[in-house]
């Protein structure tokens, strides 16, 4: 569970489609508590469950014949590794931290950020549910993930101070 962010994102990057990648994310869980006993420890398990939740995501596309783009094996390695060596401490603080940022954007921002990722439009087909141009989707979205990083930094430096968050 405390991988849980970064495994959908990495199932998300595969499969494209948020529903996806949260049924990937189930389905390895699954498979994680089917297996339980024989993991030989924390890394074991973490190892496992990455490898497992990709070749789910790889499954998906193939089962519903998606044509992605894929990653050459070599880099996914190299994601994976990258990935695995990061510091996940905060990363509950830094998913509360986004929820919160994301509510205090305006309505079509939100609405923006909600056709984009959790809709899993693309460009073209965000522009065309809010009657813009493709280049004014991609230029608000551009605003939109600045605006949200310096939340989320903001946030995150509040709580490491000992500070409310209100």
Known sequence: MP???K???????????AHLSEDAYQDMLA???????????????RDW?????????????????YKPILLDESILSLVDTELESRDTSDIAQRADALRTCLKGL??????T???RYFMGLRGKQVAEKLGSKPEAVYKALQRIYVSLAECIQKKV??????ESTS
Do not use: D, M
């Open 3 to 5: 991988e849980r962010t």
């Open 7 to 17: 495994q959908i994102a990495l199932a998300w990057s595969i499969v494209r489609q």
């Open 31 to 45: 498979k994680v508590f089917e297996n339980e006993a024989s993991f030989e420890g924390p890394q074991h398990l």
């Open 49 to 65: 469950s990455w490898k497992v939740l990709r070749n789910r995501c790889y499954e998906l596309i193939r089962q519903r014949k």
């Open 106 to 111: 305006s309505e079509k921002s939100r609405e």
């Open 113 to 115: 950020i909600r056709l």
């Open 157 to 162: 430096a509040t709580l490491e101070n000992g």
